[in-house]
């Protein structure tokens, strides 16, 4: 007997982005068949690291914008950790001093999402580790790279820089930061440690089971790539992507990227091609101030 089914539209709202997906949904009770979930390791892993890059895409999304940063951070050989522990502590003596420099500035405490990344040898000895941070742009860039610094050595006048560090204006594309959530959950191979500042909010999700039918879900199937029979559905939001895949089970499933109308920079003519992320938000009073480090500063 075969269970009960209905179409779930699951809309997900982080920041000016809407994503949406839709799928078939079976009521499966106790008398039902349940629907097998057992996985190879390949396609769990896979799976796995596939909603890590949408997860963070999405949280990146409902805390940062243009005009916030990426702060990349190495280490010079001399200063390398050696342990995720260790390293860990350098970047929270790191964010206590960009929060410290923040306050003289009449700043709230930063808002970030940090990612500690590292390779590990045969041996298990661990290199290559470094940090890629998501903050937002109320401090000055050179100021941000200036506070990547290890403790003065005996005889030292200045504190030595730990390593490289380069902060870039973060470049949302059409569907938002999905190459940069990318670039972070890169290589299976890879460990990772995530944190984040407290108080970041989480995307909304709200589902409906009543929206759609089967019918329109497979004639939305094979409109999928013109986007304004999208745009007639949700019209506060412009189409950006949209993909489809036929599961042998559940049958059409789409996934569908939107973002606001009021948040586009581009006008009506051009919107659905290019990037929008090639206009920096200008905020003002950011310009740099230089302001002398207290010598017992972490």
């Known amino acids: 007997m075969i269970p009960r089914s209905f179409i779930r539209e699951k809309r997900i709202y982080c920041g000016s982005f809407l994503e949406v997906e839709i799928y078939r949904v079976y009521d499966i009770t106790k008398k039902g068949r349940k629907e097998k979930k057992q996985k190879s390791s ?66 709230p405490k930063m808002k970030y999402i940090a990612v500690t990344e590292w390779k590990e040898k045969d041996g298990g000895k661990m290199y290559r580790l470094h940090h890629h941070v998501i903050m937002d742009g109320a401090l000055c860039r050179d100021t941000i790279e200036e506070l990547w610094t290890a403790p003065r050595r005996k005889g030292e006048k200045v504190r030595p820089s730990l390593g490289y560090v380069n902060v870039n204006r973060l470049q949302p594309s059409e569907t938002g930061f999905t190459d940069l959530a990318n670039y972070l959950t890169k290589g299976i191979p890879n460990k990772r440690r995530w944190r984040a500042s407290q108080g970041l909010k989480e995307p909304v999700v709200k589902k409906s089971d009543y929206r759609w039918s089967g019918k329109k879900l497979n004639e939305m199937a094979a409109l999928v790539d013109v986007n304004t029979e999208w745009e007639k ?13 036929l599961d042998e089970m559940r049958g059409w499933m789409i996934s569908v990227v939107m973002r606001k109308k009021e948040s586009d920079v581009r006008n009506a003519e051009n919107r659905h091609t290019g990037n929008i992320a090639r206009v920096e938000r200008i905020r003002p009073g950011q310009s740099c101030k230089r302001t002398k480090r207290k010598q017992d500063e972490p």
Do not use: C
């Open 42 to 107: 390949l396609k769990m892993i896979q799976a796995n690291e596939k909603n890590a890059r949408k997860k963070l895409r999405r949280k990146i999304v409902a805390n940062f914008d243009k005009g916030d940063y990426v702060v990349h951070l190495t280490y010079a050989p001399e200063f390398l950790p050696e342990s995720p522990e260790e390293a860990e502590t350098i970047l929270t003596n790191y964010f206590r001093r960009i929060n410290n420099r923040r306050k003289k500035e009449g700043l």
């Open 233 to 245: 559905l949700y019209p506060e939001y412009w189409y950006s992507k949209a993909t489809t895949k």
